[in-house]
């Protein structure tokens, strides 16, 4: 999905945008849209050819107040424009598509095992990860950070929750076929067609997992493990709940991660003098990192249903309706950021809902973190600047935006080499 500057002054007739249409986010520009949206529509509805539809809310405080209450706004029926209208069967049984209480039973124990003083210790592991995604930069030849950071968060995801090497390219391709069926480079015969065939293969695959933990009882293992022990309500997960859970936890990591670093990436070639400041004062870091989730906003949208007849602004709501909430839109609100569309790495405050807000807020946002953060020290430790080297292309997905493709070059810093050689020749050939 491009990010563009504001366009003053450029004139939409919203009654024919299409925010559902995936095509816009691999070529057009939703940022112009929802800039218009947030002046004129802030609460607007949209009808498909085939009569569904939704409503959008694309100001920050609307959306933290939709994401917010489940009492006004359930996620019982799917939180996903790709099943508006439909009722997910993961509904009530996996955690993101449930609300309080079922929802805080299951994400409580999860809570515990995915917070980030839980995860402190697989900081070494994280950053061999990081070492063997940036060793390629010592060819010097083009790089493509898409396409690298694509298999990133299989790397800690994937340990975390025990599945094998083998399987993490599959798993990688499959997680987007998931959230972007249109995607010309993931779809088979439709899209419709593309969506399940990844649900079935991602759903046997888990259910394999967790049988296969179940039978040779090393519940404690790994993540999958622990969530065949854990138990909500007084009582333990079922097969299908944990499958769902699995499925879940592994989408949240896929499709998200990897955007944001090379939204980011992007951002700071586009600001060489934002990058400038993180190499003359690597402390900024953490804030960079946080302006590059504001920045790519990598989960577009989230959805829920209105469960009683209500008015948000002047709109009249009925129960049952879609309200889809845009995190890109929000946190580009210009009531809430101060010059929305500028790239600053100190930005202070900087309360963006990349990650949600409220019940739902994401429970990977600490390793998340740990991983962005790591990534960005050593990418500042090794890298002087970074050129592009050929044509940014997206993601067609409604859901995530995306960067598929994105090749640069990198002119390294004096002792990258000895930095990313060692670590890479001491590594071996797994991180575990
Ligand atoms: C940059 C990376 C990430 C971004 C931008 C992101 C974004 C989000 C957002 C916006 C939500 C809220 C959903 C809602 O309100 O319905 C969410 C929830 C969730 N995320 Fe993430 N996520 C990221 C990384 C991860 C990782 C690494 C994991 C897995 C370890 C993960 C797993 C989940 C799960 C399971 C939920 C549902 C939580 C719940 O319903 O309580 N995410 N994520």
Request: proline share 7%; charged share 25%.
């Amino acid at each position: 999905m491009k990010i563009s500057l504001p366009h003053p002054g450029t004139d939409i007739d919203l009654s024919t945008v299409d925010l559902f249409d995936p095509a816009l986010y691999a070529a057009g520009d939703p940022h112009a849209i929802w800039s218009l949206l947030r002046e004129r529509a802030p609460v607007h509805r949209q009808t498909l050819a085939d009569g569904r539809s939704f409503w959008s809310v694309t100001k920050y405080h609307d959306v933290n107040d939709v994401l917010r209450d489940h009492t006004r706004f359930t996620s019982n029926r799917g939180t996903l424009l790709s099943i508006l209208g439909g009722t997910d069967p993961a509904g009530g049984k996996m955690m993101a598509a449930s609300d309080p209480p079922v929802h805080t039973a299951m994400r409580e124990p999860m809570n515990k095992v995915l917070s980030h003083r839980a995860l402190k210790t697989r900081r070494p592991q994280i950053r061999r990860v990081v070492h063997r995604l940036l060793a390629p930069l010592l060819d010097g030849g083009t790089w493509d950070v898409a396409a690298a950071g694509a298999g990133f968060p299989m790397a800690f995801t994937g340990t975390l929750m025990g599945l094998p090497e083998a399987d993490w390219p599959r798993l990688t391709r499959l997680t987007t076929m998931a959230v972007a069926p249109e995607d010309p480079d993931y779809r088979q015969s439709d899209g419709d067609g593309t969506l399940a065939a990844a649900h079935h293969e991602l759903f046997a695959y888990f259910s394999g997992q967790v049988k296969r933990r179940v039978r040779h009882g090393f519940a404690d293992d790994d993540l999958i493990g622990f969530l065949t022990e854990l138990e909500a309500d007084g009582r333990k997960l079922r097969h299908d709940e944990i499958v769902y859970n699995c499925y879940s936890l592994l989408l949240g990591a896929n499709v998200t991660t990897p955007h944001a670093i090379a939204a980011t990436v992007l951002a700071l070639i586009e600001h060489p003098q934002e990058y400038r400041r993180l190499l003359d004062d690597p402390s900024l870091i953490t804030g960079a990192v946080e302006e590059g989730l504001r920045w790519a906003s990598p989960a577009n949208h989230f959805m829920r249903y209105v469960t009683r007849d209500i008015t948000l602004r002047d709109q009249e709501l009925k129960a049952g309706d879609a309200v889809v909430a845009w995190l890109g839109s929000a946190n580009r609100d210009e009531e809430v950021f101060a010059d929305p569309f500028r790239f600053d790495v100190s930005r202070s405050p900087n309360r963006h809902v990349a990650f949600g807000f409220g019940p739902h807020y994401c429970i990977g946002a600490p390793l998340a973190r740990i991983a962005l953060r790591l990534l960005f020290e050593e990418i500042v430790a090794t890298v002087d600047a970074f050129a592009p080297a050929g044509p940014v292309e997206h993601l067609t997905s409604n859901f995530v935006a995306g960067i598929k493709s994105m090749p640069l070059t990198a002119r390294l810093r004096p002792g990258a080499e000895r930095i990313l050689d060692e670590a890479v020749t001491a590594d071996g050939p797994v991180p575990a």
